[in-house]
């Protein structure tokens, strides 16, 4: 019997690992007004303190229309929206997934942010 299949190329890991780098991944940024922050405490119902990358925290709430969709916890990275009539205060629109959070964390977009979990 011949153990010969033909050309055929070893794949490293190494290589495969490259090619995933290259490739562009497309997360949610925030546009306008929106910023990036973390999730620090949950006040109870829909109300939590985040810590924004403009270096404020605020009491944040989930609005209504998204109070199924997202369920937070301490830590999550999200997307909220500042108040016009209070800066120190804002709504909670978009949470990132665990695989968006590591490609931000590579662009360094939360890095004004200490992160203290």
Same mark, same amino acid.
């Given at each position: ?5 033909? #050309?055929? *190329? ?9 090619? *995933?780098? &290259? /490739?562009?991944?497309?997360? =949610?940024?925030?546009?306008? &007004? *929106?910023?990036?922050?973390? +999730?620090? #405490? ?9 810590? /924004? /990358?403009?270096?404020? /925290? $605020? ?7 998204? &109070? $199924?969709?997202?369920?937070?916890? !301490?830590? #999550? %990275?999200? @997307?909220? @929206?500042?108040? %016009? #009539? ?5 709504? %909670?629109?978009?949470?990132? !997934?665990? +695989?968006?959070?590591?490609? @931000? ?7 004004? %942010? =200490?992160? *203290?979990?």
């Amino acid at each position: 019997m011949n153990d010969d299949f033909g #050309d055929f *190329e070893e794949i490293k890991d190494q290589e495969i690992e490259e090619e *995933e780098q &290259k /490739t562009p991944s497309r997360i =949610r940024m925030p546009q306008g &007004k *929106e910023l990036i922050g973390i +999730v620090r #405490d949950r006040l109870g119902g829909n109300r939590m303190h985040v810590q /924004t /990358t403009d270096g404020k /925290t $605020r009491n944040c709430r989930v609005p209504g229309r998204y &109070k $199924r969709r997202l369920w937070l916890r !301490p830590g #999550d %990275i999200v @997307i909220i @929206i500042p108040w %016009i #009539d209070d800066d120190a205060k804002g709504d %909670i629109i978009y949470k990132y !997934p665990p +695989v968006a959070v590591t490609q @931000i964390k590579k662009t360094g977009l939360i890095s004004s %942010i =200490r992160d *203290e979990f």
